[in-house]
């Protein structure tokens, strides 16, 4: 019999639901690939991100709040998009240190405010898990996530990558507690073969939704992004944020640039999920071609 899947709530947010349907899809696959079932909260509604907080804050909050209170109480709340994930747990922060706005909160949805609700990123879920040894292939030791053999291949082995975080993982002053996960899209995917080369720009902004506003500006930001991971020697970016990696698809106007995946999408490669061509169909710059040279896929 199955193993019993661990449920985890799931607030996919504005970008995974439209532009990044791939980098949600694949998120899905690859978590149910380790035990969790991602639990989609129903009629969900925007985080209030930058285009909401930046024009009227009180609105974002509200629309934020509006989130945390369809969440279950006992399971936790996971959050992909980085942006998503700031206005979340930065709303649940002021909310359980000031009892008028959880008076507010009360009268608005109808329910008490949970100050234990755990708001987690997918990064927070990988911290705790031994991903090699989910790959049953012969190729890696279940016990410390070594070759056992050097005749045999890792999954990701051939292909190289930089990683890409962008900005808003860095947190403001007030969350400076919460954990930081810089480092472990490197340490997961070297775990499974893949080469990581270091670069100054893993934390540099992409530009955000000034892409909309001022495509003028975003795209020489883009293409010293994209000009500094091509001299790295890279085969391509790993992204950890669905915003990047539409700025960087869309507002990159250099010649041949790399390829940029989700990190959830590398890791469904990993795991030996197979439908992975409707995922890229859905990128500007094809990374099939880059994947199949590699003996990837």
């Known amino acids: 019999m199955d193993k019993k899947l661990i449920e985890v709530s799931y607030f996919p947010g504005c970008s995974l639901a439209t532009s990044a349907k791939e980098n949600n899809i694949s998120l899905i696959k690859f978590c149910k690939s380790i035990g969790y079932e991602l639990i989609e909260l129903e009629d969900w509604n925007c985080c209030g991100s930058s285009s909401a907080h930046s024009i009227d804050s009180k609105t974002a909050f509200g629309l934020a709040s509006r989130n945390l209170s369809l969440a279950s109480p006992d399971r936790p709340l996971l959050a992909a998009c980085p942006s998503c994930l700031l206005r979340l747990q930065q709303t649940h922060l002021h909310l359980s240190k000031d009892p008028d706005l959880q008076n507010d909160y009360k009268k608005m949805w109808g329910k008490q405010f949970n100050k234990d ?141 790399i390829p940029t995946l989700h990190f959830s999408e590398i890791l469904s490669l990993a795991m030996g999920i197979k439908d992975y061509k409707g995922w890229f169909q859905r990128h500007i710059v094809d990374p099939l071609p880059m994947l199949k040279l590699k003996g990837i896929v």
């Open 117 to 257: 609700l755990k708001i987690i990123h997918f990064f927070e879920m990988l911290s705790n898990i031994n991903l090699p040894s989910f790959i049953d292939n012969g190729t890696i030791d279940n016990k410390n996530g070594k070759n056992e053999s050097s005749s045999k291949r890792l999954p990701l082995e051939n292909i190289s990558f930089v990683p890409y975080y962008g900005c808003m993982l860095a947190r403001p002053p007030e969350m400076n507690k919460m954990p930081n996960y810089h480092g472990l899209i490197e340490k997961i995917l070297s775990s499974l073969g893949a080469k990581s080369y270091l670069w100054s720009y893993s934390s540099r902004c992409c530009g955000t939704f000034l892409s909309a506003s001022r495509p003028d500006i975003v795209t020489p930001i883009v293409n010293g992004i994209m000009e500094q991971a091509i001299e790295s020697g890279a085969d391509c970016i790993v992204t950890a944020c669905a915003m990047c990696h539409l700025n960087l698809e869309i507002r990159c106007s250099i010649k041949n640039p």
